[in-house]
């Protein structure tokens, strides 16, 4: 079965760009969850939907934002990027309730 | 806020030795993660502890939860090179459908031959 993907695999844009990152959940998974992971850092929480709902919110500025579709799929958009935004974005699914998160392979981005 | 700190922040360790990481979280939960990075990849899924005192083992690695204690524990048997990565544990703050992973700092491990 495949796994979590996410697209593209890596991404460099200038500051004040907008970013699309995709996530694709493992099939029968309805949950997906984004992270952010800076350099030398843990995973920080962005955003968790469910059922095209979003069921959490992490600690970021309104520049991020994210949807779920009808296939579960998933986008992560970010506006007006900042050379902080320079990140690997992880993408993760799982079946609702006290399950392991499987993590996709992320999407480096650069912010020039 | 929830609070998640691991130490040592770096180990370095020969080949052979057992050592253990520890995780520490400031409220309460009762499901905490495990994982595995390597430099440069993405999250390998090594435990998932879902009740006070559960332990669970896989090769030269287990792991336990003591949730009053509100402390997880990581340790290593006989360490090998291939062990060397980045480790992470996770309390997860939601519930039911909703999950909410905080990451602790990571331990990165160094296995000298």
């Known amino acids: 079965d495949a796994g979590v993907t996410q697209s593209p ?8 760009q907008h970013v699309t990152l995709r996530c694709s ?20 929480f962005i955003f968790q939907y469910y059922e095209k709902e979003e069921r959490g919110r992490g600690n970021f500025p309104d520049r991020f934002s994210a949807r779920q579709f009808p296939n579960y799929s998933s986008e992560l958009n970010v506006n007006a990027l900042l050379l902080g935004d320079s990140a690997l974005y992880l993408c993760a ?18 912010v020039t | 806020e ?13 080949e052979g030795k057992n050592y253990t990481i520890y995780c520490n979280y400031s409220t309460t939960s009762d499901r905490l993660y495990w994982y595995r990075q390597d430099p440069g990849k993405s ?33 290593i048997t ?5 062990l060397s990565a980045t480790y992470f544990c996770a309390v997860d703050m939601g519930g039911g459908a909703t999950n909410k992973l905080i990451f602790g700092t990571g331990t990165l491990l160094a296995v000298q031959p």
């Open chain 2, 78 to 82: 006989a360490a090998v090179h291939d």
């Open chain 1, 93 to 110: 699914s799982r079946l609702p309730g006290p399950y392991e998160q499987y993590f996709g392979p992320g999407t480096r981005l650069t």
């Open chain 2, 2 to 14: 929830l609070k998640v700190e691991q130490n040592p922040l770096f180990l370095s360790m020969q």
């Open chain 1, 9 to 16: 695999t890596h991404l460099i844009k200038t500051r004040g």
């Open chain 2, 43 to 75: 999250l390998e899924s090594l435990f998932v502890l879902l009740s006070n005192g559960a332990v669970k083992q896989e090769g030269r690695l287990m792991a336990s939860l003591d949730t009053k204690a509100r402390l997880s524990t990581l340790h």
């Open chain 1, 25 to 44: 959940p493992i099939s029968g998974h309805k949950s997906v969850s984004w992270y952010q992971q800076v350099l030398g850092q843990g995973p920080q």
